[in-house]
């Protein structure tokens, strides 16, 4: 009996969300954003302002001139998941982003894990804007805003609470949280507003610099450091190290960990995966979206950190406000001015692209009753989740207005690299899956149904393979020769990746703690590795051999299986590198996430429904039912 219990609790934890093919599938939500509204909002999310500072910190320190080449090996790495998101976005157009991607392919509770992680980057990650918006525009003032304020409202809880009241901050969200429920027309039409202000400035400092810059700087040697330690830090700073000098004067190894801070520099791209109910053709604009997006964003990256370091010499970079004072340098004083604002448009478009996929994922998941369905409700007149817009508007305001967000930031980065993992895995296992309905899946449809069915009997394992056939899979499973996908070879396929992302997480673990061992050459460390790699190729070359679908879609991942693992081994090992105290903080949001999801999300979810009616698309919108 407790045996049956326990099989029973198992299968509702893996049980996934049944995909269905239909065309013209109708939304409450307003389907009326284009292709250029995501490029926009995932321009705006993505190039914030990290490319007014970030450039600066990771020149001066970590890499000198070759930041160029940091950025291009950031962009590469983030390709891998945008390419990802990318088909998901083409096959499963649907709000939630990464949730709904996990729900299709890996299961409830993984999905509810996503989602539930989704929640807290946004809020965390459009909280931490919020506060940069209001310390820029202070900075603008000469500090006179925060001094006024300590003095007036002190606050004493070093380490919870901020030094004082943040009131800029809190009326930012405020105010954007009102803009977001008012409609997604026009909250599209702010955001190409901030992101083109931004794109202009950014194309103003690319071109100043390549103008007033000089090639020299990128071969600087032992006697220009000295002749500009001679010349005096000229008011502004002192002299940072001038490691080797040349273009890469830190080595193959500051070159890396430049790539990996700049990696951060790309996230913000997913948000473009949550408007699938908007687009008005999201199987064509989300794809496209996300590959614009990053695209541009790391030219703006590249030419901005290219021409950083051609005015100014790297080793004599401001580390906190790069730009401006690299005009100075160069005898351009005010364009600082224009750079000011630059930073406020894209802290703007930044906190806006944090803001917006938040009431999606909310409704996504409230729309499976995984959370409060009242959150699914959506108003008539705007077309928007109220509900879902302002809860996370309000916590992310109060969050910016009283705490202190700096140790709360890596939170967003575990969340947002466990969605890419996850979204990757998925594109893994469901392109080597037998198609639902052969033939159904047709690219001219802009609308992806994903309805509830509950099963005829009790709930079976995913791929539903029987023993003879999983059999005679795993007696060959490196010579099929079908030209199609089986549940046999699905369910091998789910099996080898699971095993995959298990020995990607070892192997990253000991690449992240102990690499001192073995780059030393440990023989211990040196074998683990090589059996590692060696099970993985072996897994590798199995799911290789395996059939893959030949639904038709508008965009397809390139070079399956190594694409999608590659971005899964970039993101499990970043993860790996996360602090203690920052696991310690994701532990605990995980613990009230699962008494949610336990005590209200598993028996209220939609598996457990009846089945709606297909034939009135209203009655199967759980926005306008009761809890």
Known sequence: MAWQAVRHLGQKLVRRRPLQQGIGTESPLARCLDTMDLVALGVGSTLGAGVYVLAGEVARDKAGPAIVICFLVA???SVLSGLCYAEFGARVPGSGSAYLYSYVTVGQ??????????????????????????????GLTGSHISQA????????????????????????VVILTGLLALGVRESALVSRAFTGVNLAVLSFVVLAGFLKGDLRHWRLSTGDYERAAAAGPNGSQSLGSLGAGGFA????????????????????????????????????????????????????????????????????VHPESPLPLAFVHVGWAPARYAV?????????????????????????????????????RVHSRTRTPLLATALPGLVAALMAFLLELSDLVDLTSIGTLLAYSLVAFSVLVLRYQPDPEAGSEKPEGDAVEMRSRPPAGPVQPA???????????????????????????GRLVYICASLLVLLLAILSLVLAQRPQRLLAGDPAHLAVAALLLGLMAVMTAIIW??????????????????????????????????????????GIWMVIGFAIYFGYGIRHSLKEQPPLPASSPQENNPGTAPV
């Open 75 to 77: 962009a590469l790495a």
């Open 109 to 138: 509770l993984l999905a509810f894990v996503t989602g539930w992680n989704l929640i807290l980057s946004y809020v965390i990650g459009a909280a931490g804007v919020a506060r940069a918006w209001s310390a820029a525009f202070d």
């Open 149 to 172: 304020l300590a003095s007036t409202f002190p606050l004493s809880a070093p380490g919870v609470l901020a030094k004082y009241p943040d009131f800029f901050a809190l009326g930012l």
């Open 249 to 316: 004067p830190f080595g193959l190894p500051g070159v890396l960990r430049g790539a990996a801070t700049c990696f951060f520099a790309f996230i913000g791209f997913d948000c473009i995966a949550s408007t699938g109910e908007e687009a008005r053709h999201p199987q064509r604009s989300i794809p496209l979206g996300i590959v614009l997006s990053l695209a541009i964003c790391f030219l703006m990256y590249f030419g901005v950190s290219a021409s950083l370091t051609l005015m100014v010499p790297y080793y004599q």
């Open 340 to 376: 000011a604002v630059g930073t406020l448009c894209a802290l703007s478009s930044s906190l806006l692209g944090s803001m917006f996929p938040v009431p999606r994922v909310i409704y996504a998941m409230a729309e499976d009753r995984l959370l409060f369905g009242r959150l699914a």
């Open 463 to 489: 791929a539903g393979v029987g023993r003879a056939g999983c059999g005679r899979a795993l007696r060959s499973p490196c010579l099929s020769k079908a030209s199609a996908p089986t549940q046999a070879s």
């Open 545 to 586: 051999r395996q059939p893959q679908s030949g639904s038709l879609l508008h965009f397809r991942v390139p070079f399956l299986p190594v694409l999608p693992l590659l971005s899964i081994f970039v993101n499990v090992y970043l993860m790996m590198q996360m602090a203690a105290g920052t696991w310690a903080r994701f």
